[in-house]
């Protein structure tokens, strides 16, 4: 059987739109499904974050492309965009070129083969793959380029990756990483204890943004809970690091907590979560207890693998990546800017036709980067198209961290660290006696009032 469909790209955020716009450009058919209500939804639930990469390494080149083609306005290269600004200035517009491929309010409930599970041989190759969507609609593929990303599966808190005792129970008094502070959010945190939960950049930006609320809010107050002993991965490699936002991150953090306006619990492992008898929650390790009003899960996240379990995919053991990928994607040995170039090889599965790119691709392993994943979209797609010579070139200049690695043997967790942390880093000179930094000027970091926090976005 010759199979005509077109390729289906499983989600509208910017790797997804980047494997439709290389597939546009090599003249592929394609539909991309995206399950909210419009470009980059799970981006839109973080929009008011700032990436600490600059535009520069956030645009992918076919979609540069397709854009320059439109009245497209370039942004600032050098400048930091928002997750906002990520969609208003660039996910969206490229959207719009892709327009009539893009279906919105389409849910992704199971991929598999027409008349195929995951044991049958004869012939499987040839047969189209099957997408089921939430309302029972089923849409024919000649091949899937799965994108849709981690956002919607978060780790849990309880330390052993199953729900701590009571954890369900009081999920109302639980937070999303990344909860917009100083917007919709602020009512919940201010005059309250809030604890954080979890040691990479999702957990360090929201840290930061808490202690400027503490600084016009009295008695607001902040934990920040961990599992490991010593925090040098989170406080990053400073000046050191290629990207000036994410090295003042982790060093504006290490200011915050030296001077008590964060109250540090370390080697904490969660193990129950209940309510006190005045209704605060309390977190429990062995003979360890924290008691708050509010707790962020900061701790990571994790793919979805359950809606491709008829396919036949060969999954790392620990990291849920391929196992080609793992070792490249190790936390045990790299941070986002060690983690070399990587392509349609190392993306394969048993399954031929099938690809998990972008977050999902790295399965638990917290050391993505936007542009990572671009050069997983190109690879990709010039496979489809035949184009091995161009699949195979594969090549990845990231911004280095500034740190060697992101050793575990400091006693964290894989999920909890972010990724692109290291050894403590070099001193840089900020002043901080009113307000946090969030700015860079002349290499300096300075205050800019009355901005908030310069965020991060987990790698982005």
Request: with cysteine; charged share 20%; glycine share 12%.
């Amino acid at each position: 059987m010759i199979v005509t469909e077109p390729v289906v790209v499983i989600g509208a955020g910017p790797v997804g739109l980047a494997a439709a716009a290389h597939l546009a450009e090599r003249g592929v058919e394609f539909l991309v499904l995206e399950s909210g209500p419009g470009v980059a939804a799970a981006i839109g639930e973080w929009r008011h974050v700032k990436l600490f990469s600059p535009w520069r390494y956030d645009i992918d080149s076919a979609a540069r492309r397709l854009l320059e083609a439109s009245d497209w306005i370039e942004p600032d290269l050098d400048s930091l965009p928002t997750g906002g600004d990520l969609i208003d200035e660039y996910l969206a517009p490229l959207a719009k070129t892709l327009a009539d491929r893009i279906r919105y309010g389409a849910e992704v409930v199971a991929v598999t083969r027409v008349g195929y599970d995951r044991i049958r041989t004869a012939g499987r190759e040839d047969a189209p793959f099957l997408v089921r969507l939430a309302d029972g609609e089923e849409v024919l593929a000649s091949a899937v380029i799965d994108a849709a990303g981690t956002w919607r599966r978060p780790n849990v808190l309880g330390a052993s990756g199953i729900p701590a005792r009571g954890e369900h129970d009081v999920a109302e008094a639980i937070s999303h990483a990344l909860p917009d502070v100083f917007g919709c959010d602020r009512e919940r945190f201010v005059g309250r204890r809030t604890a954080v939960v979890g040691a990479g950049h999702s957990a360090a930006t929201t840290l930061l943004e808490l202690g400027e609320l503490a600084e016009h809010e009295p008695g607001t107050e902040i934990v920040w809970v961990v599992r490991g002993t010593d925090q040098a991965r989170t406080y990053g490699g400073g000046d050191a690091d290629e990207l000036p936002a994410r090295g003042a991150l982790g060093s504006l953090l290490r200011q915050l907590v030296q001077s008590g306006r964060v109250e540090l619990v370390s080697s904490f492992r969660t193990e129950a979560i209940a309510r006190t008898a005045d209704g605060r929650v309390a977190l429990t390790a062995g003979d360890q207890q924290v008691v708050v009003d509010v707790v962020v899960n900061s701790t990571g996240f994790r793919p979805d693998h359950d809606m491709v379990g008829e396919l036949r995919l060969d999954l790392d053991p620990i990291l849920g990546s391929t196992r080609a990928l793992a070792p490249l994607i190790d936390p045990n040995q790299h941070s986002c800017g060690t983690v070399p170039a990587h392509g349609v090889d190392e993306l394969t599965h048993p399954e031929p036709g099938y690809y998990a790119i972008g977050a999902k691709s790295y399965g638990r392993a917290p050391t993505f980067l936007l542009a990572t994943g671009y050069e997983q979209a190109r690879s990709v797609v010039a496979a489809l198209a035949g184009d091995w010579e161009a699949a195979r070139d594969v090549q990845l200049n990231l911004p280095e961290t500034g740190v060697c690695s992101s050793n575990l043997a400091y006693g964290g967790s894989a999920d909890e660290t972010g990724g692109c942390c290291g050894p403590a880093p070099v001193s840089i000179e900020a002043p901080v006696s009113r307000g946090l930094a969030t700015g860079i000027s002349g290499g300096l970091l300075t205050v800019i009032e009355p901005e908030p926090t310069t965020r991060s976005g987990c790698c982005n």
